[in-house]
C-alpha cells in the first residue's frame, strides 16, 4: 500500500515562496503519475501540477503556471512542488496524490488512487 506524506506548508507573505515535498513510503514513484492538488475553504479541490511516469512530462493549471514547478528527485521517492510569486488566492490546503499508470498524468481528482494528508499554504501579509 502507497503511503504519500507532504511536507513544507506554511504561513509566507505574498511574493514568497515555498518548497512542498511529497515523500512515498520507501517505494519508488517510477511508476506512477503524481499530481499536486489544493483545497481551499468552500471550494472543490483543484489540481494544480503533475508529473507524467517515465518521460516526465508536467501539466499545469493556467492560474500557476510560469510560477509553480513540479519535479521529481534523484531519489525517485519524492517529488517537489516549487511555488515562487505566491498571492493570496493560492492559500490552500495542498495534497499530493498518486496514480500507477503507463500514461501521462491529469489534473483530474478521479484519476489518482492514493493521497496524502494535506499541508496547509496560508499566503498573507
Known amino acids: 500500500q502507497l503511503q504519500l506524506v507532504e511536507s513544507g506548508g506554511g504561513l509566507v507573505q505574498p511574493g514568497g515562496s515555498l518548497r512542498l515535498s511529497c515523500a512515498a513510503s520507501?517505494?519508488?514513484?517510477?511508476?506512477?503519475?503524481i499530481g499536486w492538488f489544493r483545497q481551499a475553504p468552500g471550494k472543490e479541490r483543484e489540481g494544480v501540477a503533475c508529473?507524467?511516469?517515465?518521460?516526465?512530462?508536467?501539466i499545469y493549471a493556467n492560474s500557476v503556471k510560469g510560477r509553480f514547478t513540479i519535479s521529481r528527485d534523484n531519489t525517485k521517492t519524492t517529488v517537489s512542488l516549487q511555488m515562487n510569486s505566491l498571492r493570496p488566492e493560492d492559500s490552500a490546503i495542498y495534497y499530493c496524490?498518486?496514480?500507477?499508470?503507463?500514461?501521462?498524468?491529469?489534473?483530474?481528482?478521479?484519476?489518482?488512487?492514493?493521497w496524502g494528508q494535506g499541508t496547509q499554504v496560508t499566503v498573507s501579509s
Open positions: 520507501g517505494l519508488s514513484l517510477n511508476t506512477y503519475a
Open positions: 508529473v507524467s511516469p517515465g518521460n516526465g512530462r508536467t
Open positions: 496524490a498518486a496514480e500507477e499508470t503507463p500514461y501521462y498524468c491529469a489534473n483530474y481528482k478521479s484519476r489518482y488512487d492514493y
